[in-house]
C-alpha cells in the first residue's frame, strides 16, 4: 500500500467527519501561508521614520502602495488623500495608520477560529464513532468484534485528526499574531513620529538627512 492509499483508507475509517476535517485543515493552513507570505513581503522594503518627512515634503520620490511595508502602505495612501489643511490632514493621517493596522490583523481571527474548530469536530466524530459501537452491540451484542472495532476506530481516527490539525495550527496562529504585534508597535512609533512633523510649526520642519540613527529598521 503506497502512501496515498493509506491517506485514503486513513480517511474512510475516519467516517463522515474527515470531510469537514480536511476542509478545516486546507483552509487554515492556506491562509497560514498566505499572511506568512505577506508579513515577509511587508519587512523587506522598510521605510525610515527620518525618511518621511522628504517624502511628504515632496523632496523625494512618493511611496508606492502595494507589498513594500506597513509605513511606506500609510505614507501612500496619505500623500494620495491629502488636503493641505493641517487639521484635516492629522485626521487623514490618523485614519491612514487605523486602516493599515486593520489589514496587518487580516486573517488572523478566521486562523484562530479553525484551529479551535478542529478538535471539537473531532470529539463530534467520537461522538459518532461511540454512537456506532452502541449501536452494533444493541443489534448483535458484543461478539461481533469487527463490527465493534470500527465504531471505536472512527472515534479514534477523528480525535486525532482533530488534534493533529489543532495543535500546529493553533501555533502558528500565535506566531504569526506576535510578528503581527510587533510591527504594530513599529507603526505606532512611526505614526507618533509623523503626526509631530504634521503639527510643528513650519519653520521648525526637520530637514532630510538630520534624523540619522532615529529612523529604525520597521516596516
Known amino acids: 500500500m503506497n502512501g496515498l492509499e493509506a491517506v485514503v483508507a486513513y480517511t474512510r475509517a475516519g467516517g463522515p467527519v474527515m470531510i469537514p476535517l480536511i476542509v478545516v485543515s486546507l483552509l487554515m493552513w492556506q491562509m497560514v501561508v ?13 521605510l525610515r521614520i527620518a525618511d518621511a518627512p522628504a517624502r511628504m515634503a515632496g523632496r523625494d520620490r512618493a511611496p508606492e502602495a502595494g507589498p513594500e511595508g ?23 493621517w490618523e485614519v491612514a495608520v487605523r486602516r493599515q493596522i486593520s489589514r496587518l490583523d487580516r486573517y ?19 461522538v459518532s464513532g461511540m454512537v456506532e459501537t452502541f449501536q452494533v452491540i444493541g443489534f448483535q451484542g458484543t461478539g461481533n468484534s469487527q463490527a465493534l472495532a470500527s465504531g471505536i476506530q472512527e472515534a479514534l481516527i477523528t480525535t486525532q485528526t482533530g488534534l493533529l490539525i489543532a495543535i500546529p495550527g493553533l501555533f502558528a496562529g500565535q506566531v504569526l499574531t506576535q510578528k503581527v504585534r510587533e510591527i504594530e508597535g513599529e507603526l505606532m512609533v512611526f505614526h507618533r513620529a509623523v503626526d509631530q512633523w504634521l503639527t510643528a510649526p513650519r519653520d521648525r520642519l526637520p530637514m532630510h538627512g538630520k534624523q540619522n540613527g532615529k529612523g529604525g529598521t520597521g516596516c
Open 34 to 46: 498566505m499572511k506568512s507570505l505577506w508579513l515577509f513581503r511587508v519587512r523587506r522594503h522598510p
Open 70 to 92: 506597513s509605513r511606506t502602505a500609510v505614507l501612500a495612501y496619505f500623500l494620495e488623500h491629502r488636503t493641505g489643511d493641517p487639521e484635516t490632514d492629522r485626521i487623514l
Open 108 to 126: 488572523l481571527p478566521a486562523i484562530r477560529v479553525l484551529g479551535a474548530v478542529a478538535p471539537l469536530l473531532g470529539l463530534l466524530g467520537t
